[in-house]
């Protein structure tokens, strides 16, 4: 009797506890022990574990796993209440890979109820795990970013026949089947292939549900509308916020992104993906302490992850902690094929401003093997101008510029250099392009100012009034640092004419900066010795 009142005691308080969070009726206070009653409580809470898998939120999910879990010892549902809980442990996570969240290990926990299950069933479950486990990591399924990403597309490309063949022989046969067909097929479909629509026709009993929806307006990009409303409609559906917010990275919204983020943090800080994501954004806004907390905080979760190594050393070389990049750097490179342009480039940087310039050649010269880049060529100018190597530097400079001809910086560098070679014709040649190249620049700047200004007092999405004021500030800085830029033009070019015997050249550019803080003593020396 007393085994019989305790499960009737647990039957009442999954109950409760179900009431609790779907705002249903609670139970009668006083139900029986034995008969009817007790397999209708039962059957109502494996419903109510049911219905939670339908709506779908991670949080939803885990408390349906509870519930099953409770049941599955349950005379008359004990053996639907085990197949629910391995279901739902494979549910949250193929959750958890898609979101690139720190695993819960529910499925190793709930292998143990496999046998409970008829051997076809076993089987079944067995293989979707298998499927699961070959799904990319990290929401989009991007290319790949680590050797696990690596191993995973592997096994995919390796048994994808298989796995499409039977995902779609069973697509209809539980939310579970529905939704992994779902994500293997966002995550590993080909251009010719059927559409989200086209997919979820195979899911016929179970596609208006929550978790269905969810996962269709999830596929490749993201249906961003549906989305707002399943995070209106459903606000334990706390994951939601981590998509959208990558939906506003890609429209350029930093800010309304970590605004979805961060409470998406506060809700679960253990999120290797989002932590990385928000270490991102931070760099991308110029906030770099911030930025390399959260770097740092995702490498505490995946300590091997390649990007976030490769983020950590940009903010520290941008926080002039250059000993420290180098470190990490030196970590990423250890991990033998990720990243190693990039890692070579900013090992170069931070050698150069360490002053090691043979070693940063070394680097650059690496890096140049690997990676196509104008600013490879353009730090490869640099090095080689410090090394007292001025051809070498003049041929990098120009290819630096054939890269890029927007940097108007490589432009003053070339010029430099070309005075050092006493090449006055080709310094001239440089300067004139790279005047052309500043004032272009500042119109531009000057027109998005203006524009920036002129929507002061448009309504205003999260975080745009001071996103605004940022970029106002940093196209400001920029504006200044091309009127610098076009001083030093205006007087190098007065020196390269003066010497090429232009002397009204000479003294043209000269008086542009005769009243310069900087360039103003010089310049009237200038003026002086010209005829």
Not at 194 to 218: F, H, I, P, Q
Not at 479 to 502: D, M
Request: charged share 25%; net charge negative; with cysteine.
């Amino acid at each position: 009797m007393r085994a019989r009142h305790l499960g009737t005691t647990m039957l009442l308080m999954l109950s409760s506890a179900l009431a609790a969070a779907c705002a249903v009726a609670p139970p009668p206070t006083m139900v029986p022990v034995d008969g009817a009653a007790r397999r209708a409580l039962a059957t109502d809470a494996l419903r109510s574990a049911d219905a939670l898998v339908s709506e779908g939120c991670l949080d939803c999910l885990l408390d349906a796993y509870e519930l099953y879990g409770g049941l599955a010892a349950e005379p008359g549902v004990g053996s639907q209440a085990a197949r629910g809980a391995v279901e739902t442990a494979i549910l949250v996570a193929a959750r958890e890979r898609e979101l690139g969240l720190e695993p819960g290990g529910l499925v190793e926990r709930s292998t143990s109820r496999l046998s409970q299950l008829a051997a076809a069933d076993r089987d079944a479950l067995l293989l979707l795990m298998d499927i699961v486990d070959a799904l990319p990591g990290g929401h989009s399924g991007g290319t790949p970013a680590s050797d696990r990403d690596v191993a995973r597309r592997s096994t995919a490309v390796r048994r994808r026949d298989e796995f499409r063949a039977f995902l779609e022989a069973h697509a209809n046969d539980s939310p579970l089947f529905g939704y992994v067909w779902l994500s293997f097929s966002c995550a590993y479909r080909s251009g010719g292939e059927e559409g989200v629509e086209s997919l979820l026709r195979r899911t016929s009993s179970w596609r208006d549900t929550t978790l269905l929806v969810y996962r269709a307006a999830t596929c490749r990009g993201g249906d961003r509308t549906t989305l707002q409303e399943l995070l209106a409609a459903h606000p334990r559906f706390v994951e939601l916020r981590y998509v959208a917010g990558q939906q506003a990275v890609d429209g350029g919204l930093i800010d309304e992104a970590i605004a979805m983020w961060l409470p998406a943090y506060q809700w679960r800080s253990r999120w290797p993906a989002l932590s990385q994501a928000l270490a991102e954004a931070y760099l991308g806004i110029d906030e770099w302490d911030r930025a390399l907390a959260f770097y740092d905080r995702a490498l505490e979760l995946t300590a091997d992850e390649a990007a976030a190594l490769l983020g950590k050393a940009r903010a520290l070389t941008y926080l002039g902690r250059h000993h420290e990049a180098l470190a990490v750097l030196d970590r990423l490179l250890a991990l033998n094929g990720w990243y190693p342009g990039d890692a070579r480039y900013w090992r170069a940087l931070n050698e150069t401003q360490l002053e090691r310039y043979e070693a940063a050649w070394a680097d650059i010269e690496r890096a140049a093997t690997l990676i196509v880049s104008a600013d490879v060529s353009k730090l490869a100018g640099i090095i080689a101008h410090r090394l007292g190597r001025p051809e070498v530097a003049r041929g990098k400079f120009e290819e630096a510029w054939r890269r890029n001809g927007t940097d108007c910086e490589v432009g003053v560098h070339l010029s430099i250099v070309q005075s050092g070679l006493r090449a006055w014709s080709g310094a001239l040649e440089a300067l004139g392009r790279t005047a052309t190249c500043l004032e272009t620049v500042d119109r531009q700047l000057r027109a998005e100012i203006a524009r920036l200004r002129a929507t002061a007092e448009a309504p205003r999405a999260p975080g745009a009034t001071a996103r605004q004021a940022r970029d106002v500030a940093a196209r400001e800085q920029r504006l200044a640092t091309g009127e610098r830029l076009l001083a030093t033009v205006w007087f190098n070019s007065a020196v390269a004419s003066y010497y090429s015997a232009r002397m009204d050249d000479a003294r043209r550019f000269a008086e542009l900066v005769v009243a310069d803080d900087e360039f103003g003593p010089p310049a009237r020396t200038l003026l002086a010795r010209i005829p």
